[in-house]
């Protein structure tokens, strides 16, 4: 086996499990102490608000994998999630070396100590600068971008709940070394991502989307932004034919699909499976022909994930 490390960010990566792993997979490459051999992957292409992103600084995105031992590889490095089901597919097989990670901590468990870096901030990306800061390793550009990108994308530039104080002098820090205006960057990346009229109902609700075990079931959950959700409930009855195919042929108990509004700061939830009653009791709504409403909502990881593990476990 190489003595290689990968480093790579969840399935159906976002510009933060793109960029915290690009960036902490150079900060691994260039510690002036305890330096790595590292090589950042990814597990799926990134989507058209990473690829923006990808593009206006003119970085190639990292190659994808499937599976670290056919990669000849058997350590790890994960950023930007920790769960095993939206890991590599040879997790179990691996060391794991490190995480850095800004989620709950849930299914998950290794046979040696690692290196561990799990916060309550608003992304990886936030804890992956602050470890630069810490290494006293020079930020390139492109990497600031990256980082900058992946905050933005998890906190709705800085307005959904998961936003933490820290949060706002590392944007504008990174916004600084990248050389952008912090909120028309913002704007521009989020509204790349809303291209959806292009993209069937079985690609919409993959494009972020997590497994998570609660209870013993599998409940798959989504999330679509827009910045018209009557937009998107045009097309529901595609995409709850999309997302029975999804059930059927990967044993999901439940689906959860939210299609936020970025722009008002609201959510849609679509949910099929075998469960709606306590998807009901999670967040106090009664759901008519499979959906309802839910204000406020823009943050899968603080509003639905806890309210849903609450509810299925409580």
Do not use: C
Not at 48 to 72: H, I, N, W
Not at 146 to 173: C, E, F, Q, R, Y
Not at 262 to 278: A, D, M, Q, T, V
């Amino acid at each position: 086996m190489s003595d290689k490390i990968l480093v790579f960010g969840h399935q159906n990566p976002d510009s933060d499990a793109i960029g915290s792993s690009m960036a902490f997979a150079y900060l691994s490459n260039h510690r002036k102490v305890g330096a790595l051999n590292t090589e950042v992957v990814a597990l799926g292409e990134p989507n058209e608000e990473t690829q923006f992103v990808l593009d206006y600084f003119d970085v190639a995105a990292p190659r994808v994998v499937t599976s670290a031992k056919a990669e000849g590889v058997d350590t790890v490095i994960l950023t930007d999630h920790n769960e095993f089901q939206q890991s590599i597919s040879d997790i179990e097989d691996v060391t794991i070396y490190g995480v850095v990670d800004h989620h709950r901590v849930a299914n998950f468990h290794t046979a040696a100590p690692l290196f561990m870096n799990v916060q309550p901030v608003g992304s990886a990306s936030s804890i992956v600068y602050r470890q630069f800061l810490e290494a006293d390793v020079e930020i390139p550009r492109e990497l600031a971008g990256l980082m900058l990108a992946g905050l933005i994308s998890d906190t709705l530039l800085l307005k959904s709940p998961t936003t933490h104080p820290t949060d706002i002098p590392v944007a504008n820090a990174l916004a600084e070394i990248a050389g952008v205006e912090l909120q028309e960057f913002g704007l521009a990346m989020l509204k790349a991502g809303t291209n959806l009229a292009s993209k069937d109902g079985a690609t919409l609700i993959d494009i972020d989307a997590k497994t998570f075990e609660l209870a013993g079931n599998n409940v798959r959950v989504a999330q679509v932004n827009t910045v018209d959700i009557s937009e998107v409930l045009a097309r529901r009855e595609e995409l709850e034919t999309a997302i029975l195919g999804a059930i059927s042929e990967n044993g999901y108990s439940d689906f959860v699909l939210m299609v936020t509004d970025i722009l008002n700061s609201n959510s849609e939830i679509i949910e099929l499976g075998k469960h709606p009653e306590l998807v009901e009791k999670a967040f106090g709504f009664k759901l008519h022909e499979h959906h309802a409403f839910l204000a406020g909502a823009v943050s899968r990881k603080k509003q639905v994930v806890p309210q849903l593990t609450e509810a299925f476990e409580g």
